[in-house]
């Protein structure tokens, strides 16, 4: 039967034990050594005849068999290990530092366009961005791992809320390195707003003048978005916004040329706009809005020294206008029209802040002070792009999709704040002229005046006599 099992072994593949010619010339070597040693040990046994033979012969007889069957054992030991590493399919060996070296080198230095997809930053901006970071936030290459790598993590999870396994997976790093080097760049970025996040002290010449032709003295935008949030189940009440969502209430102030100057995110869902404008004119970190400059907001917002907003009750969203195909019929619905043209830059801003990162369409797993930085950190990068990649393929996006969204007329923006702003359109001499509004300076607080009112008045019926008077011209 042994015989019949070596024959049925030979001929199979690999995977199965195979005796060999080879295999039988190590086992005649080895039998032939067994038998010299042997014989070795016959040879004393012959010459100590005259000594106890029956006891020295039993212990001799007994060391040959145990030094026979030891070699034996150590001669199988040795094919089976031999012929293990000869048949045996391993996996192949991989070099985890080389594979890492050639996914990074395809995020960052190989396809802009692959890195724009993945990073949200072309090569270029990329490079910027790593560059100030060492230069003004103090990140420094480790023996592990260079500040490229850890940029492009960071970047990886705000362009696309992945979760750490995801970003372990693809960076073969493991789970402790991404977190701990995430909250690193993360802190780096937020030192970078002073040098990216800055507040304007004068309007910008000459960006499309005209949609500002009219709105000399203003110096942006502003408005409030929600931003999904995690929080605790004892806190979801006070995150709940009007669309039922846990969120935080994020107040967005843009420039003309779509730059955020200003961000506060933290606030509940649940908070107000306007209630959230008048906590930023008077933090540690105010917005600044000097004297004699205002920002566009919407109706959601008292129209007050510093923020000018449209007239309610009369169409205003850019959807409306162009779905009635008629013109301005009076002063209101014309300044209006030209207000939520200006007034639009806030709204592309916020559609390109979320278009470009993933991580402020949906909640994520971090916990709330962590995601206010990120948001902040967010903005931050989003001004660094608009300065270092003009050509940008997601304003493209957002544009075709604002066209085709429908702008509804939020009922909750139009009646908040409404008590704040009755009877102040016609406010007669009791009326403080605004001296608690202003302070020097500076705005510090969201007060509707008389003096205001008049302005929007008169600078809606200044436009009204030119748009009639132009007209007047094209009809002759």
């Known amino acids: 039967m042994a015989s019949e099992a070596t024959s049925q072994s030979k001929g199979k593949g690999k995977g199965y034990f195979t005796w060999t010619p080879e295999m039988d010339r190590v086992m005649d070597t080895c039998f032939i050594d067994q038998m010299n040693q042997g ?23 007994a060391k040959k068999r145990k030094a026979v069957v030891a070699n034996y054992m150590v001669t199988i030991a040795t094919l089976v290990v031999w012929w293990h590493e000869k048949h045996i399919v391993k996996e192949p060996y991989l070099d985890f530092k080389v594979a890492r070296e050639i996914y990074l080198r395809r995020l960052y230095y190989g396809n802009n366009r692959v890195c724009v997809e993945q990073l949200r930053l072309n090569k270029h901006c990329f490079t910027v961005l790593c560059t100030n970071l060492r230069e003004h936030c103090g990140l420094t290459d480790t023996r592990n791992i260079t500040v490229e790598e850890a940029v492009a993590m960071f970047l990886y999870v ?118 959230v404008l008048r906590d930023a004119l008077v933090r540690s970190d105010p917005l600044i809005v000097p004297k004699g400059k205002y920002f566009l907001v919407d109706a959601g917002y008292a129209n007050s020294s510093g923020f000018l907003a449209p007239y309610r009750g009369v169409r205003y969203h850019l959807s409306e206008w162009s779905a009635s195909g008629s013109k301005p019929q009076n002063f209101k619905e014309l300044f209006n029209l030209r207000h939520s043209i200006a007034r639009n830059v806030i709204e592309r801003t916020f559609g390109l802040f979320k278009k470009r990162w993933a991580i402020l369409r949906d909640a994520s797993f971090f916990d709330v002070k962590t995601h206010v930085m990120i948001i902040n950190a967010c903005a931050i990068l989003h001004n660094l792009i608009r300065v270092e990649q003009p050509n940008d393929p997601y304003l493209d996006e957002v544009d075709a999709e604002m066209r085709r969204v429908q702008h509804e007329v939020d009922d909750e923006d139009e009646m908040e704040d409404e008590d704040e702003e009755n009877g102040m359109e016609d406010d007669g001499p009791n009326n403080d002229g605004g001296v608690n509004a202003v302070n020097e300076n500076r705005i510090r607080t969201v007060q509707p005046t008389s003096e205001w009112t008049q302005f929007r008045n008169a600078l809606a019926r200044a436009m009204f006599i030119d748009y009639q008077i132009r007209q007047g011209h094209h009809g002759s």
């Open 39 to 61: 014989n070795k040990l016959d040879g004393k046994c012959a010459l100590n005849l005259d000594i106890d033979m029956d006891k020295e012969g039993d212990e001799q007889k």
């Open 158 to 275: 705000l362009a696309h809320n992945f979760k750490n396994r995801t970003v372990n997976f693809n960076f073969i790093r493991s789970g402790e390195t991404v977190s701990r080097y995430f909250n690193i760049v993360l802190r780096a970025i937020i030192k970078l707003g002073r040098h990216y996040l800055i507040q304007p002290e004068s309007e910008m010449e000459g960006h499309e003048h005209e949609k500002w032709e009219w709105f000399q003295d203003c110096l942006g935008a502003l408005d409030g978005t929600y931003v999904k949030v995690h929080v605790l189940l004892r806190d979801q009440g006070r995150y709940r916004n009007r669309k039922n969502e846990i969120a935080t209430n994020v107040l967005g102030v843009c420039s003309r040329d779509m730059r955020f100057t200003y961000v506060l995110p933290g606030w509940e869902g649940s908070a107000a706009d306007g209630r």
